[in-house]
């Protein structure tokens, strides 16, 4: 069975961009959990999805939005991208909301000069 | 302040040697998860514990659950290289997932 996969796995904006990132889940998974990793805040959680409704948000500005289509496909998008959104962006994928078993993709790492 | 607290931070240490690494919170957990993450990838889940006072063991891994479920351990017995990668704690705390700050573990031949 094939694991998560998120695309492009490396990217290069300019402040004021914007981004659109991809993952695809396990097949049979409909949960999407999106994460920011920074070496100053660690891992912080973003949003998950499932269902293609959004059932949890984190503490991020409303820059940061996302949606998940009826395949389970999720992407998430960064408007006005800022320095500090620099980071690795990871998703994960479950069977269920329960996030007890979540599955991680290689993840995304955005730089923006 | 981060909701969960690893320490150390950083552990280098020589190959065959014991370690342990802890997570604690303030806040209560109903379940705890640890995950390693190896340069490049995302995080592998090594184990969930649910029960307070739990103790699961995963080859030369031992993980235990505090009695509160306010903290974890994670005990590794003769490391070798390939244990070297990123420990993470997790759990959830109402609608909220949170990760620890992490102990960056590097064993040396």
């Known amino acids: 069975k094939a694991g998560v996969t998120q695309t492009p796995r490396y990217l290069i904006k300019t402040r004021g961009q914007q981004v659109t990132l991809s993952c695809s889940p396990i097949s049979g998974h409909r949960s999407v959990s999106w994460y920011q990793q920074t070496p100053g805040q660690g891992l912080q959680f973003l949003f998950e999805y499932f269902s293609e409704t959004q059932r949890n948000k984190g503490n991020f500005p409303g820059r940061f939005s996302g949606r998940q289509f009826s395949n389970s496909r999720s992407e998430m998008n960064v408007s006005t991208l800022e320095l500090g959104d620099s980071a690795l962006y990871l998703c994960?994928?479950?069977?269920?909301?329960?996030?007890?078993?979540?599955?991680f993709g290689p993840g995304t790492r955005l730089l923006v000069l | 302040t981060q909701l969960l607290e690893q320490s150390p931070q950083f552990l280098s240490i020589q190959e065959g040697e014991n370690l342990t690494v802890y997570c604690n919170s303030s806040s209560v957990f109903s379940s705890l998860q640890w995950y390693r993450q190896e340069p490049g990838e995302g995080p592998v889940l090594l184990v969930t514990?649910?029960?307070?006072?739990e103790v699961k063991k995963l080859k030369r891994l031992t993980f235990q659950f505090g009695d509160a479920r306010k903290d974890s351990s994670l005990h590794i017995t003769a490391a070798q290289p390939g244990d070297t990668g990123l420990y993470l704690c997790?759990?959830?705390?109402?609608?909220?997932?949170?990760f620890g700050t992490g102990t960056s573990l590097t064993v040396i031949p």
């Open positions: 997790a759990g959830a705390v109402g609608n909220q997932f949170y």
């Open positions: 994960a994928s479950s069977l269920v909301v329960t996030r007890e078993t979540q599955y």
């Open positions: 514990v649910v029960t307070g006072g």
